[in-house]
């Protein structure tokens, strides 16, 4: 029913497996080296077609010089940090407290109110473009940092809270009524009890949250233009110009504007990891 681990395989299958694995790797790694190797190039190489060749010229310094110094990047990396670390916040938080009263409580309408939260995960955001944009531009909200805080919040919460109240769902539920049977509030026992267990899963949903937030292009483009509310994912596009683009400067600012989830990831890779994979085995 199970794959066989590579450990108790043919001699013949562990040597095929070291081969390809290294192949694979450098297969999935192969755009961003790609862009790695653009973002040191210099116009002429792109004006020349030389794409995958050797640079002329490296042009490190120039090209990164160019994005912090000579461009808005800056603005739009601060942008992003504020649009993203408040969305983290609101959805994790608002998706721990709907996901410990989904788990916790039983009352009538659970199911179907977990069952909506399931169904808006399903929705294809695309077609939510006009209406939203048309909302936005009601509400004085379009073009503003505000108002892709807000929307990102209530298109992230869905997918949060199924994943918060499966967590919960897990937990050993004797604790909740030993508490109770103590007297404690039911929002001590959230604060005291259950959101101390929750810290794997919380810490899990930061990084996919602050993931998918700092990536977005879609909304970033929809909802906002100009320096003045722009991330950074939509923000590098101001490297091209009527006529051409900049190759050499947007890699350099893929490359910039890729480090920050990076640097989240191997910051909270261990509680990720403990968070993803927590209740799989026994």
């Known amino acids: 029913m199970f794959p066989k681990p590579i450990e108790k395989r043919s001699r013949a299958a562990q040597m095929g497996y070291q081969a390809f694995l290294p192949l694979a790797l450098i297969l999935w790694l192969l755009p961003l080296l790609a862009v790695a190797l653009f973002s040191v190039k210099s116009d002429a190489d792109f004006a020349a077609g030389n794409f995958w060749g050797i640079p002329s010229s490296f042009e490190l310094l120039n090209n990164y010089g160019k994005v912090f110094f000579e461009s808005n990047m800056p603005r739009y990396l601060f942008n992003s940090l504020l649009i993203t670390i408040p969305t983290v916040i609101g959805a994790v938080g608002l998706s721990a407290m709907a996901g410990f009263a989904l788990g916790v409580y039983r009352f009538n309408g659970n199911l179907l109110i977990f069952f909506m939260f399931i169904a808006g995960n399903f929705v ?38 199924l994943f918060m109240r499966n967590f919960i769902r897990a937990l050993p539920f004797p604790l909740i009524e030993a508490a109770r049977v103590e007297g404690v509030a039911e929002w001590k026992i959230f604060w005291y009890v259950v959101l101390p267990l929750m810290k794997p899963a919380i810490a899990a949903l930061a990084v996919l949250v602050f993931t998918f937030i700092w990536n977005d292009y879609f909304w970033a483009v929809v909802l906002t233009q100009g320096p003045g509310s722009q991330p950074v994912t939509a923000g590098i596009t101001e490297f091209n110009s009527q006529f051409r683009a900049a190759y050499h400067l947007m890699s350099a600012g893929s490359i910039v504007a890729a480090l920050p989830p990076v640097a989240m990831f191997f910051l909270m890779q261990k509680h990720f990891i403990a968070g993803l994979t927590l209740g799989a085995v026994k």
């Not at 531009?137 to 209530?154: Q, S």
Request: aromatic share 14%.
């Open 124 to 161: 294809p955001f695309q077609i939510l473009m006009v209406p939203v944009r048309d909302l936005t531009v009601n509400l004085n909200l379009y073009d503003t940092k505000t108002g892709l805080i807000l929307f990102h919040i209530a298109f992230q919460t869905g997918f949060c809270t």
